[in-house]
C-alpha cells in the first residue's frame, strides 16, 4: 500500500514559490504583470501541460456558475486555468503541504485568490459535505493512490447528481512490471499506476457511468518529443518541470517516455458522470 506521507515527501519541494519568482525574473516577467500563462511550464505537472488541461476541462460542462473540485491539484495549474478560462470557482486539493503554500501564493500573484482556493488534504478524506460540486476532475493523481475504490467513491460523494468527473491519469496497457524513476514514484513502492480496466470497475462500482475513454499515447509521444528536442537545442529553462521532478527529471523522463512508446503505459482520459 502507498503511504500518504511518502508520497507527499515525494513531492515536497522547499521555497518552492521563490524559485519561481526567480525563474520569471530570468523569463523576464513583471511580477506586476503575471499571468497565469506565464506559469504554465511549471505548474502544468502532467503529460501536455496546458493542452492536457484544455481537453480535461472542455468535458467538464462549466460555466461561470460551476462550483469545480481538483483533486490533487499540485500548485494549482489547472485550477488558475479554469477560473480564467470558465470564470468558476474552483476548489483544489493535495496532499503536499509545500505545494499548497506555494500555490496559494502564485494565486495571489496572478490575482486569482478570489476565485481559487488550495487547501492540503487526502483525496480518501475529503471535507466537504454531499453533493457539494458541480463538476470534479483530477490530472495525473491515480497514480499515487493504491485504494481506488475509496478514491472514486470520496469522488462520487462530493460531486453532485449529473454533474462530471474527468480524470486523466498515466495506466498500464498490460499487467507487467514497469520501470522507475517516473515523474510520480521513484521505486515501485512508492506507485500505484493501474490497469485501464480497474479504473473502469472502479468508477462503476462507485456509482459513475462512463461517458467516454479515450487513450492520449500519439499525444503524449508528440508533447515528448518536442520536450526533449526543445531541452537538447535550449538547456533547462528557467521555469520548467524539473524544479517540481528533482535532480532525476530526465531519467524519469526518458522512463515514461520509452514506456509509453513501448505501449507498456497510456496517458488516459475517462470522463463519467454522477
Not at 462550483?67 to 485550477?79: R, S, T
Not at 510520480?184 to 485501464?196: C, N, R, T, Y
Not at 499515447?217 to 528536442?229: L, P, R, V, Y
Request: proline residues 3%; negative net charge; aromatic residues 8%.
Amino acid at each position: 500500500m502507498v503511504n500518504e506521507v511518502r508520497v507527499s515527501e515525494h513531492y515536497s519541494r522547499k521555497n518552492l514559490f521563490k524559485i519561481i519568482k526567480q525563474g520569471l525574473i530570468q523569463e523576464g516577467v513583471d511580477l506586476d504583470l503575471v499571468s497565469p500563462e506565464d506559469l504554465s511550464s511549471v505548474d502544468e505537472f502532467h503529460i501536455g501541460g496546458i493542452e492536457g488541461t484544455r481537453f480535461v476541462s472542455d468535458k467538464l460542462g462549466l460555466s461561470s456558475m460551476s462550483k469545480v473540485l481538483d483533486i490533487g491539484c499540485g500548485i494549482g495549474g489547472p485550477a488558475r486555468f479554469i477560473a480564467e478560462t470558465y470564470k468558476s470557482s474552483v476548489t483544489g486539493i493535495d496532499l503536499t503541504a509545500s505545494y499548497i503554500k506555494a500555490g496559494v501564493a502564485l494565486n495571489e500573484l496572478v490575482g486569482l485568490s478570489g476565485k481559487v482556493n488550495l487547501l492540503t488534504a487526502s483525496a480518501l478524506e475529503m471535507p466537504f459535505c454531499d453533493n457539494h460540486f458541480d463538476a470534479t476532475y483530477m490530472i495525473h493523481v491515480g497514480m499515487n493512490i493504491a485504494n481506488k475504490k475509496q478514491l472514486m467513491s470520496e469522488a462520487f460523494r462530493v460531486t453532485k447528481p449529473d454533474g462530471f468527473f474527468v480524470l486523466y491519469d498515466v495506466m498500464k496497457l498490460e499487467d507487467v512490471d514497469i520501470e522507475y524513476p517516473l515523474p510520480w514514484a521513484d521505486k515501485k513502492s512508492e506507485s500505484a499506476v493501474e490497469l485501464i480496466s480497474n479504473y473502469e470497475s472502479a468508477l462503476e462500482n462507485a456509482g459513475f457511468h462512463i461517458v467516454e475513454k479515450e487513450n492520449k499515447t500519439k499525444f503524449a509521444i508528440t508533447f515528448f518529443q518536442n520536450m526533449i528536442a526543445n531541452t537538447k537545442k535550449n538547456g533547462p529553462t528557467p521555469l520548467g518541470l524539473h524544479l517540481l521532478m528533482g535532480d532525476n527529471t530526465s531519467k524519469k523522463i526518458s522512463n515514461i517516455f520509452r514506456q509509453i512508446q513501448d505501449e507498456i503505459l497510456a496517458p488516459t482520459v475517462i470522463v463519467s458522470k454522477k
